[in-house]
């Protein structure tokens, strides 16, 4: 007897209302994980599994959403509340129905389309910002991380993620911990800079919200005619890997920064389109991270904010990504096309604003800082 592709269980909850649950069996012969079929009978629920997989959607540990594991996980008649309740837990209603909504309002609209296994701490701690920097305040950003926390932590409970992203949650004082201002971003570029590769490199971090990696990673080829084509990015002990999105995308350029770009490409001892920009002590592999950081450090001190006052703002190179992103925000940038730029986006975005001229709007708002 050929066995049947989907197994079926029922679950009592202490409400007395009962519902039914499927997995579906994958080609190596394992299990998905379990989907609520939403059905009180068990012929419902089949006609349910029958025509979910007519569809293809069988969700397995490597292919999972965060949409596909937090849509409805804090429905009172859910898994996770029940399991909860069962436990002796003291859950109340609204308190579920709140945390539902953030659910709903924020975190499936930023992380929705997001494999959950992408799902990390600098994603999330960008997050934190872009709700601050829409005008959140401090307890209703923490309110949210709080949430997401939960929602996790049962994700690595039910070993869908390996690790817990670290979690941090933001001070009302402190909103804009790690980011400089445009004052001293503005100071920062007017210092001398005798090798003029460390200037470009912040300057991209800071006018591109690029990662430091993607920076480090970049080839002459990427360089075109007034953008940049970012596909790889530098790791420090592995060398040259795809970005994280796994994607191309497109990075417009201000023309002072392209021609910063091109006096370092004219005057490179390297000249194959795969030689990298930043070229460090080989053509081999670029500069030093280490370096980087160490002479972003050196200039800061330079316009007067000591090692002592950049460690109590928690300022890093990172922080060029925190301050691009507030910067576009805060001049009311549709936040789609902001994720778009930094990588951060889904398919869809990303194809829809692929054109330098479609940009002209970033490259306004960001070329007010040189």
């Known amino acids: ?10 679950r009592e909850l202490p409400s007395g209302k009962t519902y039914y649950y499927a997995r579906f069996r994958l080609d190596d012969g394992s299990w998905s994980t ?11 629920a089949e006609a349910w599994a029958i025509d979910y997989l007519s569809r293809g959607q069988i969700i397995t540990r490597e ?15 859910g898994t996770y509340v029940q399991s909860m309740l069962l436990r002796g837990r003291q859950i109340g209603r ?11 309002n924020y975190l499936i609209p930023e992380f929705g389309e997001l494999k959950l ?15 601050r920097a829409r005008g959140l305040s401090a307890s209703t950003v923490n309110h949210i991380l709080t949430t997401l926390k939960i929602l996790l932590k049962e994700a690595v409970r039910k070993k869908l993620v390996q690790v817990l992203p670290d979690i941090a949650m933001v001070g009302g004082a402190k909103a804009e911990k ?16 005798p090798d003029t590769r460390y200037l470009a490199i912040n300057l991209l971090a800071a006018t591109t919200g690029m990662r430091l990696g993607e920076i480090l990673g970049l080839r002459r080829a990427a360089v075109k005619d007034g953008y940049l084509e970012v596909n790889a990015s530098w790791e420090r002990g592995k060398g040259l890997k795809s970005t994280k999105t796994g994607r191309a995308r497109m990075v417009p350029l201000l023309p ?17 389109p795969t030689d990298f920009v930043f070229y460090g002590r080989s053509r081999n592999s670029p500069l030093d991270h280490k370096i980087v950081q160490k002479r972003f450090s050196d200039a800061l001190a330079k316009i007067g904010i000591t090692e002592e006052v950049r460690r109590n703002r928690g300022l890093s190179f990172h922080s ?20 778009a730029l930094t990588g951060h986006s889904s398919d869809q975005m990303a194809e829809h604003y692929f054109h330098p001229d479609e940009y002209q709007d970033v490259l306004a708002i960001t070329g007010r800082i040189l």
């Open 1 to 10: 007897m050929k066995k049947k592709p989907y197994s079926l269980w029922k």
């Open 34 to 44: 379990a989907k609520a079929t939403g059905q009180t009978t068990k012929s419902a």
């Open 63 to 77: 292919n999972i959403t965060f949409k596909d594991f937090a849509s409805g996980f804090f429905s009172w008649d």
């Open 94 to 104: 609204r308190h579920a129905e709140n945390q539902q909504a953030y659910v709903d």
């Open 117 to 131: 296994k992408y799902l990390d701490s600098e994603l999330i701690q960008e997050f934190a910002i872009e709700l």
């Open 178 to 193: 790690g980011i400089l201002t445009i004052d001293e971003a503005r100071r920062f570029f007017a210092l001398p800079w």
């Open 256 to 272: 002072k920064v392209q021609k910063v770009l091109m006096d370092i490409i004219n005057y490179s001892p390297y000249t194959e």
């Open 320 to 339: 060029w990504r925190h301050f691009f992103n507030s910067l576009l925000i805060n001049n009311h940038l549709p936040l789609m096309k902001v994720k």
